[in-house]
């Protein structure tokens, strides 16, 4: 990657900064030196001056990037300044030079500046460059480095080593730019046509307009400008300092973390094939909280294996468990059920394991009603709470087959267990990005459930679990980033008049009994659930 000419220092660094979240979310550490070779390497040409200043006075191996960007943007300010100076001047000059009266004058003047003009426009064998006499080269008598082909040091003393190149997906967490502009462009409201073609977006001319559309959608109109006299087409913008004007928010990234960290292959699927409702278009990233939250060993092999034709034909089960830190309701476990036909989940939360046979007794009665349907076959390991006489004698009376898996082979139980893992990274990967405590894990294992069960599997095609389990296809409308600010609405028969109306809270999770968001209040510590809630799904709050 290098940097283009009509970039700023600001705009490059961006992009170079993107890069190395996206490589550190791969797994690829980037020590800060190599931040810095990479900025000093691939900068225009311009700036090799102060590069060769830095490279000459400073320990690369000690600089930080912001120290190295705060000397690139000051030598860009001053040169700017500098550039600006010369403009005035030649105006001037020009203006004077007009202001002459003897034509013989004139014409030795312009004779003179036009041999100095081509004398200057005669590119040094060096540097390359035409805006100054051989004499004058600031890099002549210097040495030049074969390695990276900078002036001022030998290839054995090169502190860059090597180019470094990396293939990567589009990230992030920011917003795209909309227009970059200064002030020049303010003032004058002029946008070059050619760098908005970089950029990606899209202008049709067309009668007397020209439209402009975004370079994330094609379909997205931006603006649409009515020529005016002199065949411009003028843009009105108000000058923001240096900033960028933003054109929309990376829906993709938004999307990823309000579905619990659901990776974004399945996320593009779950769009693709219009699998959920009010969802849209998703473009692939990746996240670092993924990476810090998941971490998978070598699979198990593959094999065939009997599927269930219909749901409650078999239903798989295991414990995960015990926590070291308990939940606020002080349970350590949590049981999953999973149906084998739609890979629907239940999850119940345990203070002992000695509670599985209450558990299934209740989910049984749960599901049995939901779908008129009975458990044929309960799949599970040899624990102890799963193989004792009581369990066994239950199922033996209710008609339900209970296979067991073989002593420490886990892997025949393989979709609860592949799920309980599933679920865990989910719930980790939520907790991380939020900075919450770990006694929310039970919170955050609910919604996991939740999330997964409206999101896309291999074992269901072309319909989520909750879909195949009920036959209505989820919506995307209501989900928000757990672990998120949110103020929920005080009811008036709770408030006097000059009271505030609102309470700040955490969001965790989803409600299943009612239309509602399940909200950790900050100020009772208690957990409530509310329909009536305002979200601010960039910040969290830190707890103790």
Sequence with gaps: MKMKDFETIDEYYTKVRELVNQLKAYGEDIPEKRVVEKLLISVTEKYDPIVTTIEETK???????????????????????????????????????????????EENFKSTMGDKKKQNMRPYRICKRTNHLEKDCYFRGKPQCRNCKRFG?????????????????????????????????????????????????????GGDSCTIYDNKDKTLKIVEVR???????????????????????????????????????????????????????????????????????????????????????LIHTDVCGPMRTPSHEQNRYFILFIDDYSRMTWVYFMREKSEVFKVFKKFKNLVEKQSGRSIKVLRSDRGKEYNNS?????????????????????????????????????????????????????????????LLNRCPTKAVQNMTPIEAWSGKKPSAKHLRVFGSICYVHIPTEKRHKLEEKTEKGIFLGYSTQS???????????????SRDVEFDERRHVELG
């Excluded at 860059?160 to 920011?174: D, F």
């Excluded at 974004?264 to 692939?284: A, E, N, R, S, V």
Aim: include cysteine; charge should be positive.
């Design 59 to 105: 320990d690369i191996t000690t600089l930080t990037v912001t120290e190295l960007v705060g000397s690139l943007e000051a030598y860009e300010k001053r040169r700017s300044r500098r550039e600006e100076n010369s403009l005035e001047n030649a105006f001037q000059s020009k203006l004077n030079m007009r202001s002459q009266n003897s034509n013989r004058k």
């Design 153 to 205: 040091h030998m290839e054995k003393d090169c502190r860059l080593k090597g180019n470094h190149q990396a293939n990567c997906i589009e990230e992030n967490n920011s917003s795209d730019q909309l227009f970059y502009t200064c002030n020049s462009v303010a003032e004058t409201g002029k946008l070059h046509v050619g760098q908005m073609m970089e950029k990606g977006y899209t202008l049709h001319f």
């Design 227 to 313: 020529m005016k006299e002199h065949r411009c087409f003028p843009i009105h913008l108000q000058y923001m300092g240096r900033t960028s004007m933003k054109a929309q928010e990376d829906q993709s990234w938004l999307w990823h973390r309000r579905l619990g960290h659901f990776n974004f292959q399945g996320l593009k699927i779950l769009h693709q094939k219009k699998m959920m409702t009010d969802l849209p278009q998703i473009q692939l990233g990746a996240c670092e909280a993924c990476l810090q939250g998941k971490q998978h060993k070598k699979p198990f092999p593959s094999g065939t294996s009997w599927r269930a034709k219909a749901v409650l034909e």
């Design 390 to 450: 009581e369990f066994d004698k239950f199922c033996e009376e209710e008609g339900i087959e209970h296979q067991t898996t073989v002593s420490y082979n886990p892997q025949q139980n393989g979709v609860s267990e592949r799920k309980n893992r599933t679920v865990m990274e989910m719930a980790r990967s939520m907790l991380q990005e939020k900075h919450l405590p770990k006694a929310f894990w039970a919170e955050a294992v609910y919604t996991a459930v939740y």
């Design 515 to 529: 239309k509602g968001y399940r909200i950790y209040n900050l100020k009772t510590k208690k957990l409530i659930i």
